[in-house]
Structure formats: structure tokens, C-alpha cells
T-cell receptor
Framework: EAQVTQNPRYLITVTGKKLTVTCSQN?????MSWYRQDPGLGLRQIYY???????DKGDVPEGYKVSRKEKRNFPLILESPSPNQTSLYFC???????????????FGPGTRLTVL | GQQVMQIPQYQHVQEGEDFTTYCNSS?????IQWYKQRPGGHPVFLIQ?????EVKKQKRLTFQFGEAKKNSSLHITATQTTDVGTYFC?????FGAGTTVTVRA
């Protein structure tokens, strides 16, 4: 089954304790992205990657890191989490560009993070 | 920042009524995508519009791309409780803030 998986699904942590949220896709997609979702703000892109070893900042990258060492995995790293990073996080993947249009994105189930 | 703006942010609809949500951009878009997120779920792709003035239908949902390719709309007829959720438009990898729909039975 084609899917995007994220782990953990729920996480409660404390300020300053480094954490990693994993994301994996089995569709051989080139593009992967991380979004955070907050009430009233919709989906805001944190980082994206167009291929292995190619990553770029989205709209809200501060406080986050990513890596793309393998095509299927795109982990999100919070080196020193703060309460303002409490949010719902989604990983997504797509086949990338089709001409001038982007292919549809497939989303993971989400990770609800609480930073105390 | 977000390249597309959505209105309204919230839509409360009586079951059986129609409603429309809008997606606007200050620049010309090469395409627009629409996604739906059910409560507690993740966004799921609905459709992509590419051509100027394009209209596509999915059962009770009608999607339209403006002639100038700067706006798009989603019209739902005879709203049902299954339509509850948040509808996002997206351009490229950027999403609008979404319209959250609730339905009164």
C-alpha cells in the first residue's frame, strides 16, 4: 500500500530536549515536505526537499532541521524545542513537477507535538 | 509566505444548503490544487485545475479556475454531514489557510 508514515504520532516533551520526528514514504517520490498546522493559520511549510541531499527552507524554518540522506526518509529534527513549537506536524511527499504543475501531495497521518 | 488566500475562514452550513469557498492570488497561477482534511485526519488531494476557466465536478463538488488564473472556487451543493472538514487550496507546495466547514443537521 502506497503511504507516508510518521513516528511518533503523539509526543509530549519538555523545553530543550532534542527530538526527531521520522517520515518515510514508499512511493519513490522525489519531493518531500514538512508542514505545521496551527488553528487559523492553515498549513505552513517548514522545509522541503526536491531530492536526496537537496533541502530548502519553507516559510517557517526557524528552530527546525531536516536531512535527506535517502530518498524514502525525511526526518524533522528539533534541536532545542520550545513551547511555540507545540503544533500538529505533517510530512508529505509527491512525484514533483509535471510540466509546470506540481503533482499531488500525499500526507502522513500527522504528529501531535506538545512542548512543555 | 502564503501565495493564496482563502475566504471565508469558517463556514457554518445548514444541511442541504449550498455554499462556496474561494481561493485568491495576487499573481497568475499555473495551476491550483484542492485538498480536504476531515476532523482528526490528514489532508487528502481532491483535484487539480490547470486551464483558464476550467470547471471540474466531483459529485456535489464543483471546482472552478478563474479566467485570469488568479482565483479558484469550490462550490458544494446540498451539503451533507460528510462534507465536514477543512478545505485547502494549494499552489505548488504552499497552502492557503483553509476554510473549515461545519454542518448543522
Amino acid at each position: 500500500e502506497a503511504q507516508v508514515t510518521q513516528n511518533p504520532r503523539y509526543l509530549i516533551t519538555v523545553t530543550g530536549k532534542k527530538l526527531t520526528v521520522t517520515c518515510s514514504q514508499n512511493m519513490n517520490h522525489e519531493y518531500m515536505s514538512w508542514y505545521r498546522q496551527d488553528p487559523g493559520l492553515g498549513l505552513r511549510q517548514i522545509y522541503y526537499s526536491m531530492n536526496v541531499e537537496v533541502t530548502d527552507k519553507g516559510d517557517v524554518p526557524e528552530g527546525y532541521k531536516v536531512s535527506r540522506k535517502e530518498k524514502r526518509n525525511f526526518p524533522l529534527i528539533l534541536e532545542s524545542p520550545s513551547p511555540n513549537q507545540t503544533s500538529l506536524y505533517f510530512c508529505a511527499s509527491s512525484a514533483g513537477l509535471a510540466g509546470v504543475s506540481y503533482n499531488e501531495q500525499f500526507f502522513g497521518p500527522g504528529t501531535r507535538l506538545t512542548v512543555l | 509566505g502564503q501565495q493564496v488566500m482563502q475566504i471565508p475562514q469558517y463556514q457554518h452550513v445548514q444541511e442541504g444548503e449550498d455554499f462556496t469557498t474561494y481561493c485568491n492570488s495576487s499573481t497568475t497561477l499555473s495551476n491550483i490544487q484542492w485538498y480536504k482534511q476531515r476532523p482528526g485526519g490528514h489532508p487528502v488531494f481532491l483535484i487539480q485545475l490547470v486551464k483558464s476557466g476550467e470547471v471540474k465536478k466531483q459529485k456535489r463538488l464543483t471546482f472552478q479556475f478563474g479566467e485570469a488564473k488568479k482565483n479558484s472556487s469550490l462550490h458544494i451543493t446540498a451539503t451533507q454531514t460528510t462534507d465536514v472538514g477543512t478545505y485547502f487550496c494549494a499552489y505548488g507546495l504552499s497552502f492557503g489557510a483553509g476554510t473549515t466547514v461545519t454542518v448543522r443537521a
